[in-house]
């Protein structure tokens, strides 16, 4: 499959501290998504990133992809204890249908 | 606008009994998907709707059936529960296309097969 797979699994930070979590995956792709799951609720989407595109930003978070690596990061800057939350990559497949596969995630403590 | 609603929030079956999770969305959205979430696993797709009318098979569809009952609701259904299908069940919709696929959840139900 497909599947991305981020590293690390957990992750655990000081408040204002700067979190970076990776992704990779398996084949060609035209987008890669973030999103965020808090504790016991469902996921949100954060970002996401067109193959073109190599950085993007979007308030504390910073996104860069590398498809010559295959590889995917997400970096939250000043983390603050509400950043608490698994956070997980996905990318498309199937062509125009819109399915996502998601990797397992990196579970993010953000300590106060 | 409520965005994706799901019932119920928790469940517990007896092997054998079955049950329809049911899933509503009030964005116009043509496509929405079931998924499964178990620890350490990740999001599994079970079914998806790419458009009302439409259904096919995910990642991990055995033991399941779905109904696009019109474009706001899309359930699934287990005919025979098995305590495998212990989970958490996500329902997500988006817009149809590539370029903005970007998926809305909803807040999951809990299923315990005993």
């Known amino acids: 499959s497909q599947q991305g797979e981020e590293d690390p699994q957990a992750l655990s930070i000081q408040e204002g501290e700067n979190a970076t979590m990776n992704c990779s995956y398996k084949t060609s792709i035209n987008n890669l998504q973030w999103y965020r799951q808090n504790s016991g609720r469902g996921l949100v989407h954060l970002i996401l990133i067109r193959s073109n595109e190599r950085e993007k930003h979007s308030g504390r978070l910073r996104v860069t992809l590398d498809t010559s690596k295959k590889s995917s990061s997400l970096l939250i800057t000043a983390s603050r204890a509400a950043d608490t939350a698994s956070y997980f990559c996905?990318?498309?497949?199937?062509?125009?249908?819109?399915?996502?596969?998601f990797g397992t995630g990196t579970l993010l403590a953000v300590q106060p | 606008n409520a965005g994706v609603t799901q019932t119920p929030k928790f469940q517990v079956l007896k092997t054998g009994q079955s049950m329809t999770l049911q899933c509503a969305q009030d964005m116009n959205h043509n496509s929405m998907y079931w998924y499964r979430q178990d620890p350490g696993m990740g999001l599994r797709l079970i079914y998806y709707s790419a458009s009302e009318g439409t259904t096919d098979k995910g990642e991990v569809p055995n033991g399941y059936n779905v109904s696009r009952l019109n474009k706001r609701e899309f359930s699934l259904r287990l005919e025979s529960a098995a305590p495998s299908q212990t989970s958490v069940y996500f329902c997500?919709?988006?817009?149809?296309?590539?370029?903005?696929?970007?998926?809305?959840f909803g807040p999951g139900t809990r299923l315990t097969v005993l």
């Open positions: 997500a919709s988006s817009t149809q296309g590539t370029r903005n696929n970007e998926q809305f």
């Open positions: 996905a990318t498309p497949y199937g062509g125009a249908t819109n399915k996502l596969i």
